[in-house]
């Protein structure tokens, strides 16, 4: 059974970045075929996606977040990070990772998700 779990900071301040990691256990990022994303979804709005990261280690980001987004992945760990730098009160919203079969820009292709978790931007 695949699970995957974030962690990272609840509270990040304008300016600055931030940085999650989701953990994944019964399966291998680098297994094929697979696609390893992440998602958000701020208070009152739909899901967006931020990027993913695919099994070879290429990596994709949503054009209206490549500018701020990284991606990267510690395959000795099993795990895969973002970091989303200049944060601003905008950047407020449910963080979820997520497998999927192939790349996508929507939620729905997602097999797997992470339960999420609340990043809140504020000085």
């Known amino acids: 059974h695949v699970r995957l779990q974030e962690s990272g900071p609840g509270l990040v301040k304008p300016s600055q970045t931030l940085s999650l990691t989701c953990t994944v256990s019964?399966?291998?990022?680098?297994?094929?075929?697979?696609?390893w994303n992440w998602f958000r979804q701020p208070p009152g709005k739909d899901l967006e996606l931020i990027g993913d990261?695919?099994?070879?280690?290429?990596?994709y980001y949503n054009p209206s977040l490549k500018s701020r987004a990284s991606i990267s992945r510690d395959t000795s760990k099993n795990q895969f990070t973002l970091q989303l730098s200049s944060v601003i009160p905008e950047d407020t919203a449910m963080y979820f990772c997520?497998?999927?079969?192939?790349?996508?820009?929507?939620?729905?292709?997602?097999?797997?998700w992470g339960k999420g978790t609340l990043v809140t931007v504020s000085s």
């Open positions: 997520g497998r999927a079969p192939r790349r996508c820009t929507i939620g729905d292709c997602i097999e797997y």
């Open positions: 019964g399966d291998s990022i680098t297994a094929n075929f697979y696609y």
């Open positions: 990261i695919s099994y070879r280690g290429n990596t």
